[in-house]
């Protein structure tokens, strides 16, 4: 598909960025300077643009790490998708965060690393 924004190159990750819902392991979050802004931002473990955070997609991290610590939110799998959002009449496609519909095949693999070395 051809899209406008394609001409318009950005830093940070988009709602055009997300094709399909795609799950994403957290790296690290730290404050930094967006435009003329403090803002929190997401690096991923996978090689995706870093997630300046909303607070909608901060509290729901928060929610998923069980803490509002965003300093321990390091590790955290999460899925991101985009949900078409009304904002002063105007509707927009946004990125939004979610638990993982399934646990990552990568918790699973240690698991079972775990339970043979314990054998």
């Known amino acids: 598909m ?3 924004m394609d001409f ?3 830093t940070y990750m988009r709602a055009a960025d997300i094709l399909e819902p795609t799950q994403l392991r957290i790296v690290k979050v730290e404050p930094e300077t967006v435009g003329e802004d403090n803002r929190l931002v997401v690096t991923f473990a996978e090689d995706v643009k870093p997630l300046v955070l909303n607070k909608t997609n ?3 991290i928060a929610k998923i ?3 509002p610590d965003y300093k321990k939110w ?3 799998v999460v899925e991101l998708y985009t949900k078409d959002i009304e904002y002063r009449g105007e ?3 946004a ?3 979610r638990e993982p519909s399934k646990k990552a095949p990568s918790s699973i693999i240690q698991k079972v690393l775990d339970e043979t070395i314990k054998k």
Do not use: E, L, Q
Request: glycine content about 10%; hydrophobic content about 35%.
């Open 2 to 4: 051809s899209n406008y």
């Open 8 to 10: 318009f190159p950005s």
């Open 74 to 76: 390091g590790d955290v």
């Open 91 to 93: 509707t927009f496609n």
């Open 95 to 97: 990125i939004r965060i």
């Open 65 to 67: 790490a069980g803490t």
């Open 58 to 60: 901060a509290k729901s």
